[in-house]
């Protein structure tokens, strides 16, 4: 059986590779022509490893892996380069996708794993997004044509010579549909229209076919967990007489309590734009349900004209051309019973959206979605999931089941966080961060993952897990970008991410746009804590640094607007901008433009293995990506001191550099946010 062909075909009963057979319950070596072998099951291998993360899962009973891969639990054998086969009672203990593997095997079947590869896997038309890069563009901020201070579709249209200089496959359009704009268009009021803001259908058809051009694919954001408390929906469904009644979460007051009341809402859950998230409506008489903003009620997905709904519109999309969708909170489209929960001490409701999320549906509906909208059409379906689990993450993007392409999830941008809470953050915790990095490479199995470190509701990476002084900001902004983009999973890159762009020197009040920074400081200033108190960790952590907009030169409004935006330029603008990092080799840019095409060039990097090396360095980051005997290694100094690298490490003086921050001086030695991965085989 040459490479790359398929390797098994597991009947009731039997097990056959190539040309031979064995019986289940028969035990007997046996070999193959292309060097696979078969074991005796429950033979033990002493300390063998987890189950690879290049692993497939064939059904029924057979696993895929790339070559060299490392395998499987202790009482697993690994043959080379061929096959390993295990008694179910082995599985068990398999530490990674427990579930998916348990399940395939209760039938007792034998299970095979064998070595061949990915490169089969990575040709799959339908899986391109997994040697993708999506640059996300959050289009208020971008670039504004028009000149009123707000980015619009005309002026990214502007700028797509410099997206296809980056290199990158994907644009992800952060919303630009008919909304009120309370929550930057997070709150749609027509789905299938575009907001005059940003300008119309025939400018939206123009971007896709302009980007179609440039070989660039449009993913749309989704935003249908909630509405517009202007979407005429949810006006409709005001009226309790209206066929639409259902469509949204409607609940009467607590009982004993006088509706409208402070106390009386239904349940104690707490919203994310804090406050609860009931809001009572008069002409109702009744409670409607917004885990986000009052003006961003939730739709009920349990009724199905609901879901029918919200199909069409993804169709209609998909025929305008678009190449997929990035669902906005999608895990929390199935909600748990309606009951109070534990109280976050001192605030009287309950705020854990994590409690709310994945709900006991979501498989019904993501299938009901894949089967209506998504099937066949090779798209990319990324799943935003906060509060999601590495488990839930894993089975939403099963290759076998293929309800999403990937998730996006959030595990990694709340470990600064202290109790949960954006705006009280501790220094960047490295150790944590690679451990977590570690947990999701292995545990995600055969799912995927997309890889990020900013987004329109993160601060700016530098100023956070790296060093945004003038001395450090730039090497900084390089060796995030190599630690990041040497993992396994899609990577993203968020505007002005690929420039170093910094956070802002917010100080007051009137500094502020975004609704969940000033719904926070209104609330805890009604809490009694004066202003002085707050801003600075509102500084820290608002979503506004993200948003400031985006710095093409270094003259006028950063080349983004002819008039005063609608959130500030950040004063550095004429040091960090597009124009100079062009024409300087050396620049942040050209370093991510690097990373893109490493990428694309290697299937090590797309596909390898993940080894995380010294994991409790504080100042290193190291790991080595492995497929079959290929092998590069990354390098990185996360820290703004020398850092000298320790014996035990692969050799690796002598290998090719394919990618470098700094001159390199002494191989045994990294500069302050020096970053390198060499070629190791
Ligand atoms: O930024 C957050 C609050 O600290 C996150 O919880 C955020 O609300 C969450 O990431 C979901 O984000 C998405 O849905 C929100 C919208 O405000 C965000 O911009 C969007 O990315 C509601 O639609
Ligand atoms: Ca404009």
């Known amino acids: 059986m040459a490479p790359g062909e398929s390797t098994s075909a597991l009947e009731e009963s039997t097990l056959a590779v190539g ?32 189950l690879s993360s290049a692993a497939e899962l064939l059904s029924p009973g057979a696993v895929l892996l790339s070559p060299g891969a490392v395998l499987l639990s202790p009482g697993a054998q690994v043959l080379s380069p ?82 296809s200089m980056l290199g990158v496959d994907v644009v992800w359009l952060s919303p630009v549909y008919t909304s009120p704009q309370d929550d930057n268009g997070y709150d749609i009021s027509d789905y299938q229209d575009i907001d005059p803001l940003f300008g119309t259908l025939d400018d939206i058809d123009k971007l896709i076919e302009e980007l ?15 509405t517009s408390d ?76 609901v879901r029918t709904a919200i199909f069409d519109m993804m169709n209609w999309w998909l025929e305008r051309g678009v190449d997929g969708f990035r669902m906005d909170v999608i895990n929390l489209i199935s909600k748990p019973e309606v009951e109070d929960g534990p109280e976050t001490p001192g605030t009287g409701l309950c705020y854990d959206l994590s409690r709310l999320a994945d709900g006991p549906r979501m498989h019904d509906f993501l299938g009901e979605m894949y089967e209506s909208v998504l099937k066949g059409k090779n798209l990319i379906a990324v799943g935003e999931m906060p509060g999601t689990t590495l488990e839930k993450a894993a089975s939403y993007t099963d290759p076998t089941t293929g309800e999403l392409s990937m998730v996006f999830q959030f595990e990694h941008v709340d470990l600064d966080h202290r109790a949960g809470n954006r705006f009280d953050v501790t220094d960047w915790p490295w150790v944590e961060y690679k451990k977590n990095v570690l947990r999701w490479q292995d545990g995600i199995g055969m799912g995927w993952n997309s890889l990020y470190l900013e987004n329109h509701d993160q601060p700016r990476s530098v100023s956070r897990m790296g060093d945004d002084s003038p001395q450090f900001r730039q ?12 993992l396994r999973g899609t990577p993203y890159i968020y505007q002005g991410e690929e420039l170093g762009m910094t956070n802002y020197p917010f100080e007051a009040e009137g500094d502020f746009r975004d609704i969940e920074t000033l719904n926070y400081l209104h609330h805890a200033m009604q809490l009694g804590a004066p202003a002085e108190a707050v ?46 990092q062009i024409k300087d080799p050396e620049s942040v840019f050209h370093h991510y433009r690097r990373l893109v095409q490493l990428r694309h060039d290697e299937e090590v990097v797309r596909l390898g293995e993940f080894a995380l090396l010294l994991p409790d360095d504080e100042q290193l980051f190291v790991y080595t990506r492995t497929l079959g005997d290929e092998q590069i290694l990354v390098l990185a100094n996360v820290s703004s001191r020398p850092a000298r690298l320790p014996l035990g490490l692969p050799d690796h003086g002598a290998c090719e550099v394919l990618l470098a921050t700094h001159e390199i001086d002494d191989v045994d030695v990294l500069a302050p946010w020096e970053s390198r991965v060499v070629r190791l085989s």
């Open 82 to 163: 061929g096959v390993v086969l295990l008694s179910p009672g082995v599985v068990e203990t398999c530490t990674k996708r427990p579930e998916t593997l348990r399940a395939r095997c209760r039938d007792e079947r034998i299970l095979l794993v064998t070595s061949i590869v990915q490169s089969a896997r990575d040709a799959r038309p339908d899986e391109w997004w997994r040697s993708a890069v999506v640059y996300q563009v959050y289009p208020r901020s971008f670039a504004d044509a028009n000149g009123d201070g707000i980015g619009d579709i005309k002026g990214i249209l502007g700028h797509l010579d410099y997206l």
């Open 535 to 580: 801003l600075p960790g509102l500084a820290k952590g608002t979503r506004d640094n993200a948003r400031t907009p985006m710095q093409w030169d270094g003259g006028v409004n950063a080349g983004f607007s002819e008039t005063g935006p609608w959130l500030a330029v950040n004063p550095n603008a004429s040091e960090i901008n597009a124009v100079d």
């Open 212 to 226: 179609h051009d440039r070989g660039i694919k449009l993913v749309m954001d989704l935003v249908v967990n909630h």
């Open 475 to 486: 090497a900084s902004a390089k060796t995030l970008g190599t630690v990041l983009h040497m």
């Open 19 to 50: 040309e031979s057979t064995l019986a289940l319950g028969e035990s007997r070596d046996a070999e193959f022509d292309d060097g696979t072998a078969l074991l005796r099951r429950g033979t033990a291998l002493p300390g063998a490893q987890v």
């Open 230 to 305: 202007e979407h005429a929906w949810f006006e409709e469904s005001r009226d309790p007489e209206s066929p639409k009644s259902d469509w949204y979460w409607w609940r009467p007051a607590r009982e004993g309590h006088e509706p409208g009341t402070p106390g009386a809402e239904p349940v104690n859950w707490g919203s994310a734009f804090p406050g609860p998230a009931w809001q009572y409506d008069a002409a109702r008489g009744e409670y409607f349900l917004h885990i986000f903003s009052r003006k961003q009620p939730d739709l009920n997905w349990e009724n199905p004209e």
